[in-house]
């Protein structure tokens, strides 16, 4: 899996890879060499083969080709698709390490690309990338307690009404305990010994789109910056 910087000629490839986790790679004449790259390296939603060198001791790695994968469906060019792909991708090059192993985190992410490349419409697209994010956040260790108020210990009950949620506080406020928050949707909520709801929850549109933005804003307070990909493909969403 892999993200890329544009320069001049070259371009810089960031691979997530299982056995090294993030790895980044030179392309020498990556957006023009025909020979190496088909013309340059191949465009977003391609799936693909990638050859590279890793000198030891080295952090930088050298791409010498790159191969369309023709076993597996491309991205569709769905720009909201295309965005919602992004983020996820901004997500994982947000968290993950390098030389740290990333199976898990590799397997996630190929599973949600899996997904969209099957072409959903926007709400099933919205739907995957929400699960993905509260799955990927929940593996790297962020992810949001959604059990119990973090002041009294009071247990979720899905359906509950009245609880809220902070990003920064990374949890829930109940109705009966003091603390600032966005309502949070009620089939978010976990059952009693539950780590985290069942996916996929029944969000009504709003819903979504509150749940979108407290994952996004979750994130955004763990990495200390905010991500942009997902405030592409919000502006690209069809309105009600």
């Not at 892999?2 to 371009?11: K, R």
């Not at 490839?13 to 980044?24: A, I, K, N, P």
């Not at 809220?164 to 406020?173: D, E, K, S, V």
């Not at 089939?187 to 749940?211: I, K, V």
Request: charged content about 20%; hydrophobic content about 40%; glycine content about 10%.
């Amino acid at each position: 899996m892999g993200s890329v910087n544009y320069g001049e000629a070259d371009l810089i490839v960031t691979f997530l890879t299982r056995e090294l986790g993030l790895l980044s790679a030179l392309a020498r004449y990556g957006r023009r060499s025909r020979r190496r790259f088909g013309g340059g390296l191949l465009s977003p939603g391609a799936m693909a083969w990638y050859d590279f060198t890793l000198k030891p001791q080295s952090t930088l790695a050298f791409v010498e080709k790159a191969e369309e994968n023709p076993r597996v469906r491309r991205l569709p060019p769905d720009p909201v698709v295309q965005a919602l792909a992004a983020f996820a991708l901004e997500l994982v090059r947000g968290f993950e390490t390098p030389q740290n192993p990333a199976s898990a985190s590799f397997s996630l992410l190929v599973r949600h690309l899996g997904r969209l490349a099957r072409g959903p419409d926007e709400e099933t697209a919205r739907r995957a990338a929400l699960e993905f994010s509260a799955r990927y956040l929940q593996l790297a260790g962020f992810g949001p307690a959604l059990t119990a108020c973090l002041i009294c210990g009071a247990p979720a009950e899905p359906g509950a009404s009245g609880w809220r949620w902070h990003p920064a506080a990374g949890g829930l406020y109940c109705p009966r305990c003091p603390g600032s928050g966005r309502p949070v949707p009620p089939a978010l909520l976990a059952r009693p010994g539950e780590t985290d709801p069942p996916w996929p929850p029944l969000l009504g549109r709003g819903e979504l789109a509150e749940a979108e933005t407290f994952f996004e804003d979750l994130a955004a307070h763990q990495l200390g910056r905010p991500l942009k990909a997902l405030g592409v493909a919000r502006r690209l969403f069809s309105r009600p």
